[in-house]
Structures are given as C-alpha cells and as structure tokens.
C-alpha cells in the first residue's frame, strides 16, 4: 500500500512551467505504475500521462505529447510532471495515481491509490 502527495501546483502564466511532484510512501513504490490525471471545474476527469514502474515505459494522451513530460526517481519514492507552454486550459486540479503493476496504465478504473490533488491555475 502506499500514500501518494502531490505537490508543485500553483498560478503561472500562459506560456510558463511548473513541475509537479507525486511522492510517495512505501519501501516498493518502484513497483507501482503511476500516472497523472486531471480534472477541470465541470469536467470529467482526464488521463495525461503514465509511467512504468522502471521508467522503461511511458505513455502520454495527445493534450500532454510534446508538453508534459513525466518521470520518476525510485530512489526517492517520487514521481515528476514537467509541464511546459502552459495554456489556459491546462487550468485544473492534478492527481497521480498508481497501482502495484509493471505498467503503464492508462484508465483511471486501473489505479487503487490516489493523491488528495494539487491545483494548477493558468491565466491568460
């Protein structure tokens, strides 16, 4: 089991950056797949990115290809989203997630854990 925190969200401007944290509880965190989502006001909430638990895979949904880039340190139990050209509509709260397989995985039904969200606000 683990306890995921996200962490790194906040205001910046449309064309900025921001990297977000995931970090995790347990001594096998570098077992778990993990993945980002997010949720927009009204909306339902949306895969961007996920990860295998080696790092030897990834797989991004077309909103996050070219602009988000997700990563992981095992040795320090944290998963990363580097989000570049920040627009507007990027404006959400951001979750991770993970599940105790090899991955990635990209339906949220997939993932048993879940961090409480960190928000990220983009203005114009």
């Known amino acids: 089991q683990v306890h995921l925190v996200e962490s790194g969200g906040g205001l910046v401007q449309a064309g900025g950056s921001l990297r977000l944290s995931c970090a995790a509880s347990?001594?096998?965190?570098?077992?778990?797949?993990v993945a980002w989502f997010r949720q927009a006001p009204g909306k339902e909430r949306e895969f961007l990115t996920a990860?295998?638990?080696?790092?030897?895979?990834?797989y991004y949904a077309d909103s996050a290809k070219g602009r988000f880039t997700i990563s992981r340190d095992n040795a320090k139990n944290t998963v990363y989203l580097q989000m570049n050209s920040l627009k507007p509509e990027d404006t959400a709260v951001y979750y991770c997630?993970?599940?105790?397989?090899?991955?990635?995985?990209?339906?949220?039904?997939?993932?048993?854990?879940w961090g409480q969200g960190t928000q990220v606000t983009v203005s114009s």
């Open positions: 997630a993970a599940d105790y397989v090899y991955g990635p995985l990209i339906f949220d039904y997939e993932y048993d854990y």
């Open positions: 347990g001594r096998t965190f570098s077992r778990y797949a």
């Open positions: 990860i295998s638990w080696s790092a030897g895979n990834t």
